[in-house]
């Protein structure tokens, strides 16, 4: 037959007397599940106290990002605000590169999807998408834009080289383009260009960049030189000493053509000079912007 209860006996060393105590077999599980479950609680609040405090720090942290997140955030909105007004001044300066181009103005700073209706998802995507969407098709359309400015630019250059520009020697204008006495036979007659006077050997100079299309004697002109231009202009200088170039050779604005000779049909020494553009005869000093 087991225990029913147990004795517990305290002797303290400083008297003579003892203390004894009966604990039945209830009463002793009884207090071994309250420190069991003693010991537990203990556990589950310092586990308790452990996890919230990591929570907590979690949380921090979480916070200071979020705020490092809105800081960059409103740096890019202000940076993305500078870009936006950099390409609408960008596509400002483009517009008046256009016209000086002789290109239509082609650059638009409005978004020509901003604003429209159309249908999709009841939650539309965020302005900040929405934005940088519409600087990108801005950039592409501004670059495809440029190529067309650039080409215009390049032509309006190559037109300007092309134009007759410059005194073709160094002289004294003697004889005008249009009616006159013609110095040989005194009658009125056409005259197609203009005679510059000067000093024999005096050189003689291309007026725009071209392509020497005859160079040689030519008729009543003596030695020649004749220049193909482009966009339908073409010069004629006469009465040439001395030619420098030959059928073919390409020549720039200033090049030396050749020197004022009396060859041909003239009275004195001087350069005979022609313009033409289309076929037609037009009146040289209309050309000699350092005239």
Known sequence: MGLKHHTIIFVPHSRARFRKWRISNRQVKLASALVALFTLGALFVTWRAF???????EVGDLRSENEQLREM????????????????????????????????????????????????????????????????RRSERLQSQLADVAGGLEKREQWIASRPAIMPTRGILTSNFGIRADPITARRAFHHGVDISARPGTPVFATADGVVLRAGRIGSLGRAVYLSHRFGVTTRYGHLSKIE?????????????GYVGNSGRATGYHLHYEVREAGDSKDPRMFMVDR
């Open 245 to 257: 170039v030959e059928p073919g050779a390409t020549v720039k604005r200033g090049d030396v053509i």
């Open 51 to 57: 996890t919230t405090t990591v929570t907590l720090e």
């Open 73 to 136: 955030n409103r740096e890019f909105e202000q940076s993305f605000r500078e870009l936006q007004s950099q390409l609408s001044d960008f596509e400002d300066r483009t517009n008046s590169l256009a016209i000086l181009a002789g290109v239509e103005e082609i650059v638009s700073t409005v978004d020509s999807r901003a604003g429209a209706g159309v249908g999709g998802a009841f939650i539309d995507p965020p302005a900040s998408y929405l934005d940088v969407e519409s600087l990108a």
